[in-house]
C-alpha cells in the first residue's frame, strides 16, 4: 500500500471524504504504481471578514523515483470540486512524466526552409517553394515579426507547413538568418 499523509488544517475532514481522497490516491497509485509516497493538505486560508466565504486550497505533493509532482490549486469554494481538480491535474502531470520515462516525448520537427517563389504585397500573399519542389500559400498574417513588407521573390525563409482549407499552407513564415541559411546547404 502507498504511503499516504493527509494534513487538515482550520477545518475538518469527514469520513466520507477522507474515503474520497483515498480512493482518489489508489487510482493514481494504479495508474502509476512506482509512487513512493502522497501527501495531500487541505487548508482553509484565514479570511479577512465572516462575511469572506470558506474556500479549500488543495496541495498534493507525489514522491517518485526519478522526482516529484506537486500540485497547488488555486482556493475553492467546494472541497469536493478542490479535490477533483487538484487530482485531474496530478494525473495529466503523472502521465507526462511516464511518458517522458518512456522517452515518448513528442520532439518537435524543426521549421522547413524555402525561398518565396511568388509575392503579391499588394495582395498581402504570396508563395513558398518548399524544399521538395512544391509551392505553398502564404499570407501576410502568417508572417513573423511584421516582416512581410521585407519579403522579395528569391528571399529565403524558415516556415512550418499545415494543412489549409485549399490545401497545404505555410505557417509562421520568418526570414532566414544568413547564419541558418549557411547551415542548411
Known amino acids: 500500500?502507498?504511503?499516504l499523509r493527509i494534513a487538515v488544517r482550520n477545518t475538518e475532514l469527514s469520513p466520507a471524504r477522507e474515503r474520497d481522497i483515498r480512493n482518489r490516491v489508489a487510482r493514481l497509485a494504479r495508474f502509476y504504481d512506482r509512487i513512493?509516497?502522497?501527501?495531500?493538505?487541505?487548508?482553509?486560508?484565514?479570511?479577512?471578514?465572516r462575511s469572506d466565504a470558506t474556500r479549500y486550497?488543495?496541495?498534493?505533493?507525489?514522491?517518485l523515483p526519478r522526482g516529484e509532482i506537486a500540485i497547488?490549486?488555486?482556493p475553492r469554494a467546494?472541497?469536493?470540486?478542490?479535490?477533483?481538480?487538484?487530482f485531474s491535474t496530478a494525473r495529466r502531470r503523472l502521465e507526462d512524466y511516464v511518458r517522458r520515462l518512456g522517452g515518448a516525448v513528442k520532439a518537435h520537427e524543426p521549421p522547413l526552409v524555402g525561398r518565396v517563389s511568388q509575392y503579391y504585397p499588394l495582395g498581402g500573399y504570396g508563395f513558398i517553394e518548399a524544399p521538395d519542389g512544391?509551392?505553398?500559400?502564404?499570407?501576410?498574417s502568417s508572417v513573423l515579426g511584421g516582416?512581410?513588407?521585407?519579403?522579395?521573390?528569391?528571399?529565403?525563409?524558415?516556415?512550418?507547413e499545415e494543412a489549409g482549407e485549399q490545401g497545404p499552407q505555410a505557417t509562421t513564415v520568418?526570414?532566414?538568418t544568413q547564419h541558418h541559411a549557411a547551415t542548411e546547404e
Open 72 to 74: 497547488t490549486r488555486q
Open 134 to 140: 512544391h509551392d505553398l500559400y502564404f499570407d501576410k
Open 57 to 63: 486550497r488543495v496541495r498534493l505533493d507525489l514522491t
Open 1 to 3: 500500500m502507498l504511503p
Open 174 to 176: 520568418a526570414v532566414a
Open 78 to 86: 467546494d472541497l469536493r470540486t478542490a479535490l477533483q481538480d487538484t
Open 36 to 49: 513512493m509516497k502522497c501527501a495531500v493538505t487541505i487548508e482553509v486560508p484565514q479570511r479577512r471578514r
Open 147 to 160: 516582416a512581410f513588407d521585407r519579403l522579395d521573390v528569391g528571399t529565403e525563409v524558415r516556415f512550418s
